[in-house]
């Protein structure tokens, strides 16, 4: 990182740029991330297309859970078949449950990831007119160990997010 910045100020150096002619900026990315109402208007589209699968995954628990109540309640007094039978219900349940959870997962994941994906495209939209608008000719985001409240221009990228439309 330190060679990075002492290469990024010799080369200002070298192409005769003054320091104080330079607009330099900051974004935090994830404070950005965190309040911009594109992300909570895709975390309810999240909620809303994975609920009734999530649901459903609840209900195949609490019916396992119920048979394996019955197996324990009522094992001393089944027959062997009905027993074995029991069981193999319970296995072959337990089995479709985990396959079910793990496709939910996956789809969660890769649903999850798309609109982040839009979410990220539009942050950097956001920021990029920023720069330009306000004529910046650096603006940084992540590894940013320090910078000042002069530099940051984070609420100005929430703000313009607030006012584009989804």
Excluded at 31 to 37: D, H, N, Q, S, T
Excluded at 42 to 66: G, H, T, Y
Excluded at 103 to 113: A, L
């Amino acid at each position: 990182m330190k060679t990075k910045i002492a290469l990024f100020v010799g080369l200002l150096l070298t192409a005769n740029v003054s320091f104080a002619d330079l607009k330099i900026g900051f974004v935090n990315i994830p404070a950005v991330l965190e309040k911009a109402p594109q992300a909570e208007k895709a975390k309810k589209r999240l909620e809303q297309e994975f609920s009734p699968r999530d649901k459903q995954l609840v209900a195949q628990q609490k019916e396992i859970q119920n048979l394996e109540e019955k197996m324990a309640r009522d094992a001393s007094v089944m027959g062997e078949s009905e027993r074995r039978n029991l069981e193999k219900d319970i296995l072959n349940k337990k089995r479709d449950a985990k396959r079910a959870q793990q496709e939910f997962s996956e789809d969660f994941n890769i649903r999850r990831n798309d609109e982040l994906g839009k979410l990220q495209r539009r942050i950097v939209e956001a920021i990029r007119e920023i720069a330009k608008d306000q004529n910046f000719d650096l603006l940084l985001t992540d590894g940013v160990i320090y910078a000042s409240e002069q530099i940051d221009v984070t609420t100005q990228v929430q703000e313009k997010l607030s006012r584009l439309p989804d």
